[in-house]
């Protein structure tokens, strides 16, 4: 089931800086057909910037949507009662999976993130996604770690640890193809599916769908001719990823190419400024739309 491209989904907002649940639905429908499945309520659905109300209507709306594709929900936070709260909300709302970054603020021991999640397989009934984010975290899990991980019940991993060296010690360790190894970025596609990764949760997704499906499907099809040609797209997106932070960069893509999906939430800047400058680098990239 959770295998392929699942889009790390955006959260549109409004220009009162409040969720827009409407941009949301359209933003699906542009996307549904086109991905293997949905990753909602991670870094690039602004999960920071939301209180629990809010997540529970983005939740809502993506469920109502009947997307027919699996949807795991991002449930972490500092407060494991808040993670667990929403991830039970999720769960009876009908969602496929969630996903937990670890305990974050404090710089917890292991013993007691495998605790943390020891309650959690305990009192969630669906699929439990550890989701590592070093950079967001603070820290990171050692292999053996994910390993003691496995061994309790927890289900898959999101690794956005951008660490090959990390996933081959993984793979060695663990046995993907029991446990769902999805990476955090489509860039690491090729290397992670041919030793057992199951595909990619993708940021670039919501702007260029077709782009990363068509990379995943080169590499399932060991068609490494076409799988070159295809990565640069991925590559000229990149050159625009570095005109500052993702979240705005995808806003102003979508938008410019006729997807509303509004604004990134405050403080991020997003101005007509900010708007020319991505305008100029798309149509720089000549293979991507502008």
Sequence with gaps: ?????????????????KVDLFRLENLLSFLKEKVHGFFILGTYGSTALLNEVEKKQIIDKV????LNKPV????????????????????NKGV??????????YNYQEEEVIS????????????????????????NLSVSCVEQL??????????????LNYFYDLCSTVDLEKFNYLNGSELYLNPT??????????????????????VYNAIKNANMEDYKEKMNYLF???????????????????????????????????????????????????????
Excluded at 63 to 66: G, P, Q, R, S
Excluded at 76 to 86: I, Q, V, Y
Excluded at 198 to 208: E, H, L, Q, T, V
């Design 63 to 66: 469920v109502e949507n009947k």
């Design 1 to 17: 089931m959770f295998e392929g491209i699942f889009t790390s989904l955006i959260t549109p907002f409004n220009n009162e800086n």
């Design 236 to 290: 000229a997106y990149r050159k625009i990823r570095k005109l500052g932070q993702g979240i705005p960069i995808i806003h102003a893509i979508l938008n410019l190419n006729g997807i509303n999906v509004g604004r990134p939430r405050f403080p991020f800047i997003y101005d007509e400024n900010f708007l020319i400058k991505v305008k100029n680098a798309l149509e720089g990239q000549k293979i991507l739309k502008s």
């Design 116 to 139: 943390y999640f020891q309650k959690i397989v305990k009192e969630i009934t669906i699929p439990v996604f550890v989701y590592l984010n070093p950079p967001r975290v603070g820290y």
């Design 72 to 91: 795991i929900v991002h449930v972490g936070s500092s407060n494991p009662n808040t993670s667990l709260e929403l991830a039970k909300y999720a769960q």
């Design 193 to 214: 599916m041919l030793h057992g990764g199951k595909g990619a949760i993708s940021a670039m997704s919501n702007a260029f769908p077709e782009y990363v499906v068509d």
């Design 150 to 163: 496995v061994r309790i019940g927890v289900y898959g991993i999101k690794d956005t640890t951008n660490n």
């Design 96 to 105: 496929d999976a969630v996903a937990f970054v670890p305990p974050y603020f």
